[in-house]
């Protein structure tokens, strides 16, 4: 009996780690889309407590909210766009990233990889909810999540359209302004060093390669890793993962994920990188 609720228990664990839309109003929950990478995707922005709400805005590697984005106020810089500092090619997961930093550990903001592949291996549709617009992500296993057109801040006011959108996805006021969203990713531009990527859209296109100038208060939407042992990607590390490397081993399958310890290969090693985490 105890033997079965322990199973029953671990199922409803699965279940709810994976979900594929919001199970309950206790926000974030990250969400399964069927990602070839097996990250997870937050199903609210940093500062949010809905899907729908735009959440907070934040400069390019800082982790605070402020009164004015610009160049005088960006900390990492000398108070020009020519003064800009590295603080790294890609801050995900670092003392920098403010998904990691505000919210807990194993949340980070998306690189630019995981942005490209939301916008490549997801079907996207402009669309309201509950009276926003935004852009509903729908991925390959029928997983969604809404990012609302936050549009960003410049200076000391919301910029873009600067006003809500109407049914149409133009502002409201003038009917001309396209209502937009932009979300940093942790990736820093590799040509320009005041910039770096992020995701782009209005009702008519998504543009994951943009960028924007790093003192510019842009939202920012989480991600989660699949744990590397986490080989077939329900969640729990446990024998099946074993056996997805085994199936890689003898040539049955062809998943990247098999290599568990990042080496090039996969092999006896990467099983005994699963029991490792599995014995932790
Ligand atoms: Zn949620």
């Not at 279940?15 to 926000?27: G, M």
């Not at 590397?228 to 590390?237: E, K, L, T, Y």
Request: aromatic residues 8%; charged residues 20%; proline residues 5%.
């Amino acid at each position: 009996m105890k033997r079965i609720l322990i199973t029953i228990n671990m199922m409803l664990v699965a279940i709810v780690a994976n979900s594929q839309s919001c199970p309950d109003n206790n926000h974030p929950h990250a969400i399964d889309l069927g990602l070839p990478s097996g990250t997870k995707w937050a199903c609210c922005n940093v500062g949010a407590n809905s899907p729908e709400g735009y959440g907070s805005y934040y400069a390019w590697g800082e982790t605070k909210v402020k009164d004015v984005y610009d160049w005088n106020t960006y900390i990492h810089c000398d108070g020009s766009k020519e003064t800009c500092l590295n603080i790294g090619s890609d801050i995900e997961g670092s003392e920098y990233d403010v998904a990691h930093v505000q919210w807990d550990g194993s949340w980070m903001m998306p690189s630019q990889a995981q942005i490209l592949e939301l916008v490549s291996k997801c079907q996207y549709t402009w669309t309201r909810k509950n009276g926003v617009s935004g852009e509903l992500f729908k991925g390959p296993n029928g997983g969604t999540i809404f990012l609302p057109e936050a549009d960003f801040w410049r200076e000391n006011s919301r910029a873009g359209s600067a006003l809500d959108c109407d049914n149409d996805g133009l502002n409201k006021e003038t009917d001309e302004l396209p209502c937009t969203g932009y979300y940093w990713s942790s990736t820093q531009s590799s040509s320009k060093p005041d910039c770096a990527n992020c995701l782009f859209f209005s009702n008519t296109f998504v543009y994951g390669d943009s960028q924007n100038y790093r003192c510019t208060g842009l939202t920012v939407r989480p991600v989660m890793r699949r744990p590397p042992a986490d080989v077939n990607s329900d969640n729990i590390i446990d024998i099946s993962d074993i056996v997805a490397v085994i199936n890689v081993i003898v040539g049955t399958d062809t998943n990247p994920a098999a290599d568990v310890n990042a080496d090039g290969r996969t092999d006896i090693s990467d099983i005994v990188a699963v029991i490792n985490s599995i014995a932790k």
